[in-house]
């Protein structure tokens, strides 16, 4: 069983940055989340994948957040982050964080496919 707490979602202006943090909270030493993901979901969307990292600390970003986003962990500490520059308008969504023990590199991105997921952090961006 594992608990994903999203936090750092706000309102900026395009151009701007943010940065969302997961936090995680495993309750057995067997629970070994080894894959992690940022996923987000605009009003009348589906959810889609934002950014996923396996745990070989090798990211996987969608094209349209690629040069923009990055995804980083810090599994000592049981962190997730997102660094979220240049935003744009199109970004604003629902952003969520999910934790998987096992998955097929092509679902990285695949909400779907993910089976442990937060509540959500809300992300607005003005133009």
């Known amino acids: 069983m594992v608990q994903l707490v999203e936090s750092g979602g706000d309102s900026v202006q395009a151009g701007g940055s943010l940065r969302l943090t997961c936090k995680i909270s495993t309750y057995t030493w067997t629970n070994e989340y080894n894959y992690m993901g940022w996923f987000r979901q605009a009003p009348g969307k589906e959810r889609e994948g934002v950014a996923a990292?396996?745990?070989?600390?090798?990211?996987v970003y969608a094209a349209s957040v690629r040069g923009r986003f990055a995804i980083s962990r810090d599994s000592a500490d049981n962190t997730l982050y997102l660094q979220m520059n240049n935003l744009k308008p199109e970004d604003t969504a629902m952003y969520y964080c999910?934790?998987?023990?096992?998955?097929?590199?092509?679902?990285?991105?695949?909400?779907?496919?993910?089976?442990?997921w937060g509540q959500g952090t809300q992300v607005t961006v003005s133009s």
């Open positions: 990292i396996n745990t070989e600390n090798t990211p």
């Open positions: 999910a934790a998987d023990r096992n998955l097929r590199k092509e679902w990285y991105l695949l909400a779907s496919k993910w089976a442990s």
